[in-house]
C-alpha cells in the first residue's frame, strides 16, 4: 500500500510517500513545501493544492494521511490550518483518495511509543524506521510518521480504526 502523509502548514507543509508492503515500510519520497511569510495566504494555498496534485499523480498513493488540528489558542491560526486542510483534502478527494485523519499524539504514539515525544524523537524513529541515510527535516518526518501511522492502523496495531474523512 502507498501512503501520502501529510503535515498541513500555510508556511511549511511536510510530505512524505511510503510504501508499506507487510511490515515493511519504504520512503518513496520526502520534503516540505516552504511559502514565503511575503507570499499571500490565497497564493500559498494554490501552491499546496498544486503540489499535493502533482504528488498523487506522481506516486499514486492508495490513501492519504493527515495530521489533525491541533490545539491552538489563536483563533487566526486555527482557521489558517482549517484552510490548509481545506485544500489538501479537496485535492486527495478529487483522485477519489481515502483520506484518514490522525491526532498529533496518536502519530507520535504509533510511531515512539510516547504520545508526547518531540520532534527530534519521532524524527529519530522515522529514520530507523524507514531506513533513511539522514534524519528528515522536522515538517518532512512528522508528514511521514503520520503515513507510517496510517500503515500500522491497517495492519490492526490501532485498537480504533482511523477515522476517515
Do not use: W
Not at 136 to 162: E, F, N, T, W, Y
Request: glycine share 10%; aromatic share 4%; net charge positive.
Amino acid at each position: 500500500m502507498r501512503i501520502l502523509g501529510i503535515d498541513p502548514s500555510l508556511r511549511s507543509t511536510g510530505f512524505g510517500v511510503i510504501e508499506a508492503q507487510g511490515n515493511q515500510l519504504t520512503a518513496l519520497c520526502h520534503g516540505n513545501l516552504k511559502n514565503l511569510p511575503t507570499v499571500l495566504p490565497s497564493r500559498c494555498l494554490v501552491r499546496i493544492g498544486d503540489t499535493v496534485m502533482k504528488l498523487i499523480a506522481d506516486h499514486q498513493p492508495e490513501a492519504v494521511a493527515i495530521e489533525g488540528l491541533v490545539y491552538v489558542q489563536n483563533t487566526r491560526i486555527a482557521f489558517t490550518l482549517g484552510q490548509v486542510r481545506g485544500v489538501i483534502i479537496a485535492a486527495a478527494a478529487k483522485h477519489d483518495l481515502p483520506i484518514y485523519e490522525y491526532a498529533p499524539r496518536k502519530v507520535k504514539q504509533s510511531v515512539t511509543g510516547l504520545g508526547g515525544a518531540g520532534k527530534t524523537q519521532v524524527g529519530n524513529m522515522v529514520k530507523v524506521m524507514l531506513g533513511l541515510k539522514e534524519l528528515p527535516q522536522a515538517d518532512a518526518g512528522d508528514a511521514l510518521a503520520v503515513a507510517i501511522c496510517h500503515a500500522h492502523s491497517c495492519r490492526g496495531i490501532q485498537v480504533k480504526p482511523p477515522k476517515q474523512i
